[in-house]
């Protein structure tokens, strides 16, 4: 399983976009990438996977190069309770995730 | 129900008494996983299931961790003889399918105290 490297920490401020960049230089064709966002006191949840170029839903996008080595994950017009610790994750998916590897996340903090 | 439930929210244990936590997975979903997450946010993959058979255990401490998924019952994480270091949070997920976009929905995890 790839092993992925992000950054301890970031700060930001409510209506800014914050880009939270992701390394795994071993990922193997047939991972996938997933980020997963974690509260305090809560489990982490689900917020967006891809596997190359760009993907986007209601909360998030996730840009990943061709040679998907790195991965983006882009939250635009960030409020403070978006103040969270963001997972990077890959694995494959292909005949099936048995488990998630987390790393140690980054922790985002957004101010006023 | 449309969420995993894991139970209980808190539990404390002295070194060397059992811990039993359970986790109720949403309904329909044929996969569990349990991980335990101790300091800075690491989490330790311990185990997943495959409707009542064991899917992936390369996790699992087998000394002392045991775990079970029974038709119709809650599944559990059960320690026999616990230890200072098992404190830390575990948390049970549930999915679907496996495969791509899967999404794995997790409790909100039992904090486990030994002392």
């Known amino acids: 399983l790839a092993k992925t490297t992000q950054p301890i920490s970031m700060d930001s401020y409510e209506g800014q976009e914050v880009n939270i960049t992701c390394s795994h230089n071993?990922?193997?064709?047939?991972?996938?990438i997933t980020w997963y966002q974690q509260f305090p006191s809560q489990g982490p949840r689900f917020i967006i996977q891809?596997?190359?170029t760009k993907v986007t839903n209601e909360v998030a996008s996730l840009f990943i190069p061709a040679d998907r080595k790195s991965s983006t994950l882009s939250l635009p017009r960030v409020s403070l309770s978006d103040t969270a610790v963001y997972y990077c994750?890959?694995?494959?998916?292909?005949?099936?995730?048995?488990?998630?590897?987390f790393g140690t996340g980054t922790r985002l903090l957004v101010s006023p | 129900g449309e969420e995993v439930a894991q139970t209980p929210k808190h539990l404390v244990r002295g070194e060397g008494q059992k811990a039993k936590l359970y986790c109720a997975p949403i309904?329909?979903?044929?996969?569990v996983f349990w991980y335990q997450q101790v300091l800075k946010n690491e989490f330790k993959f311990l185990i997943s299931?495959?409707?009542?058979?064991?899917?992936?255990e390369t996790g699992m401490p087998k000394e002392r961790f045991s775990a079970k998924c029974l038709p119709n019952s809650p599944c559990s994480l059960e320690i026999q003889a616990t230890k200072l270091e098992d404190s830390a949070v575990y948390f049970c997920?549930?999915?679907?399918?496996?495969?791509?976009?899967?999404?794995?929905?997790f409790g909100q995890g039992t904090r486990l105290t030994v002392v």
């Open positions: 891809g596997y190359k």
């Open positions: 299931f495959q409707n009542e058979n064991v899917f992936d």
């Open positions: 994750l890959v694995g494959e998916m292909g005949t099936g995730f048995q488990k998630l590897v």
């Open positions: 997920a549930s999915s679907q399918l496996i495969g791509p976009n899967t999404e794995a929905f």
């Open positions: 309904k329909g979903h044929s996969y």
């Open positions: 071993n990922i193997a064709t047939n991972d996938y």
